[in-house]
Every structure is written in structure tokens, then in C-alpha cells.
């Protein structure tokens, strides 16, 4: 009885080695499937599998400016305020060493320069943009197309720029974390200014303040806060447009 109980002790300890042998052999071949940690985003800790050690390598957003408020100045008249709408999109692939994508802008808004003169004018910008990841992931460098063009069969342009196109060379800074909001700002240099016998020189200037008020599974919506700036260096003096927009956005999610 004794040598009896002695070889079934015996057998149940094998098992329990074996046991624990093949439970340490399933989780180390977990542990090739999954990393200990990762951060979205948003700072939180997630576990990914190999297969997603990036996060999502794509991201887009899109946005409409239903409330565009405009100031026109010239030195010939003081501020005229004009009002409109507006679109805006935003496409990004993301790499391990670069991000590069493509963002477009479109604006219509009504202008009366003077009781004789009003009109539709409209404004379109299209953009490829890079960044350099190793060196700084918000650091985008444009390079892009912009344009403006007005309806009206009065010519104006030796007092106000009508109709421009140029191709346009910028710097942003975009994506930057603030809390769980994300501010973008970013210069460009208008460089058919260079050929323009009227125009000296034209910068533009823009920012955005997106607030998210909203999150589901894939997406993301928020209230948007921009301001986008055109300034013309003319040789009959300073002709600047100002516009605050106010709208919502939605972005996907990246995880």
C-alpha cells in the first residue's frame, strides 16, 4: 500500500511539472505575439500583437466652416466684413522614417468692396505635405497650388486682387497635443508674386484649434476653431484678408 502511494505521489508531481512545463511554453509563445506595452495617441497604454506594432498608419479628417467671418482691407477704403463657407480636407499615410499626405482647402464667400461692386469670390488651396519623422513628426514641409478668383465682370484688380494663382511653398506645425484638443499653425509663401507686376510680395498664414466634443468606435468630431490669413504686398500699398472659421470636423480614430 505504502509503494503504492508512493508512485501515485510520484505520477501526480510529474503531472504537475508537465503541467506548468506546457503552461510557461504557451505563454512565452504569447509573448511573441504580443508587446508588453504601446502608447495611442492619447498617451494610454494598449497591448498590440507584432502585426500592429504601429499604430494605424493612416489617418484623415474633414471639416466644414459654416460660420466664415472675413476682413478685408485696403489702404484705399477702411475694414469691409464680409461673410461665408467653407471646406476643408486632410489625408496623412504614415511611415516608420516619413509622413506624407495632402490637404485641400475651398471657400466661397460674398464681397462688396462698394455699393457698384459686389460679388462672389471664390478661394481653392491644395497641398502635398511631408514630414520627417526622426527629425520631428510635426514638422511638415507644402508644397501646393492656390487660387482666387472672383465672378464678377468688373475688372477691379488694379484695387483689389480679383483673380491669382500661384504655387505656394509652406512649413506647419501640425498634430500638436494640447490635452485632447490638437492645434495646427503654418506659413506659405505665394510665389507667383514673384512674376506679378501689381504684387511685390503675398504671404498666407493659418491656424486651427480642433476640440473634440465627441468619440466613437472609428471616429472622432469636433468643434473647430481656424483662422487663415492672405496678405498682398502690392505696389499701391497693403492689401490683407483675415478670416475667423468656425465649424465642425471629424477625424478618424488612431489606435
Same mark, same amino acid.
Given at each position: 500500500?505504502?509503494?503504492?502511494?508512493?508512485?501515485?505521489?510520484?505520477?501526480?508531481?510529474?503531472?504537475? /511539472?508537465?503541467?506548468?512545463?506546457?503552461?510557461?511554453?504557451?505563454?512565452?509563445?504569447?509573448?511573441?505575439?504580443?508587446? /508588453?506595452?504601446?502608447?495611442?495617441?492619447?498617451?494610454?497604454?494598449?497591448?498590440?500583437?507584432?502585426?500592429?506594432?504601429?499604430?494605424?498608419?493612416?489617418?484623415?479628417?474633414?471639416?466644414?466652416?459654416?460660420?466664415?467671418?472675413?476682413?478685408?482691407?485696403?489702404?484705399?477704403?477702411?475694414?469691409?466684413?464680409?461673410?461665408?463657407?467653407?471646406?476643408?480636407?486632410?489625408?496623412?499615410?504614415?511611415?516608420?522614417?516619413?509622413?506624407?499626405?495632402?490637404?485641400?482647402?475651398?471657400?466661397?464667400?460674398?464681397?462688396?468692396?462698394?455699393?457698384?461692386?459686389?460679388?462672389?469670390?471664390?478661394?481653392?488651396?491644395?497641398?502635398?505635405?511631408?514630414?520627417?519623422?526622426?527629425?520631428?513628426?510635426?514638422?511638415?514641409?507644402?508644397?501646393?497650388?492656390?487660387?482666387?478668383?472672383?465672378?464678377?465682370?468688373?475688372?477691379?484688380?488694379?484695387?483689389?486682387?480679383?483673380?491669382?494663382?500661384?504655387? @505656394?511653398?509652406?512649413?506647419?506645425?501640425?498634430?500638436?497635443?494640447?490635452?485632447?484638443?490638437?492645434?495646427?499653425?503654418?506659413?506659405?509663401?505665394?510665389?507667383?508674386?514673384?512674376?506679378?507686376?501689381?504684387?511685390?510680395?503675398?504671404?498666407?498664414?493659418?491656424?486651427?484649434?480642433?476640440?473634440?466634443?465627441?468619440?466613437?468606435?472609428?471616429?472622432?468630431?469636433?468643434?473647430?476653431?481656424? /483662422?487663415?490669413?492672405?496678405?498682398?504686398?502690392?505696389?499701391?500699398?497693403?492689401?490683407?484678408?483675415?478670416?475667423?472659421?468656425?465649424?465642425?470636423?471629424?477625424?478618424? @480614430?488612431?489606435?
Amino acid at each position: 500500500q505504502k509503494q503504492y502511494e508512493l508512485e501515485e505521489a510520484s505520477l501526480k508531481q510529474k503531472q504537475l /511539472v508537465k503541467k506548468e512545463q506546457e503552461k510557461e511554453k504557451i505563454r512565452k509563445n504569447e509573448e511573441k505575439k504580443y508587446i /508588453v506595452s504601446a502608447e495611442n495617441e492619447d498617451g494610454e497604454v494598449v497591448y498590440l500583437s507584432h502585426k500592429e506594432t504601429r499604430k494605424t498608419d493612416h489617418k484623415w479628417s474633414g471639416s466644414l466652416g459654416l460660420l466664415n467671418f472675413g476682413v478685408f482691407s485696403l489702404p484705399e477704403m477702411p475694414f469691409e466684413w464680409n461673410m461665408g463657407i467653407s471646406g476643408s480636407g486632410l489625408y496623412e499615410y504614415i511611415l516608420d522614417d516619413i509622413t506624407f499626405g495632402a490637404d485641400l482647402f475651398a471657400e466661397a464667400k460674398y464681397l462688396q468692396i462698394n455699393e457698384n461692386f459686389p460679388r462672389l469670390m471664390s478661394e481653392f488651396d491644395i497641398n502635398i505635405r511631408i514630414a520627417i519623422n526622426k527629425m520631428s513628426k510635426n514638422l511638415f514641409f507644402k508644397l501646393g497650388f492656390s487660387s482666387l478668383n472672383s465672378t464678377s465682370s468688373e475688372d477691379l484688380q488694379s484695387l483689389v486682387i480679383e483673380n491669382f494663382s500661384t504655387p @505656394v511653398v509652406g512649413l506647419e506645425l501640425g498634430n500638436i497635443k494640447i490635452g485632447k484638443s490638437q492645434f495646427t499653425i503654418g506659413a506659405d509663401y505665394y510665389l507667383g508674386s514673384l512674376f506679378d507686376n501689381n504684387i511685390k510680395q503675398a504671404f498666407g498664414l493659418n491656424a486651427n484649434f480642433a476640440i473634440p466634443f465627441a468619440e466613437m468606435e472609428e471616429v472622432r468630431l469636433n468643434f473647430n476653431i481656424g /483662422v487663415k490669413d492672405k496678405l498682398f504686398i502690392k505696389n499701391s500699398g497693403i492689401e490683407n484678408r483675415a478670416t475667423l472659421i468656425l465649424g465642425f470636423g471629424v477625424e478618424n @480614430v488612431n489606435r
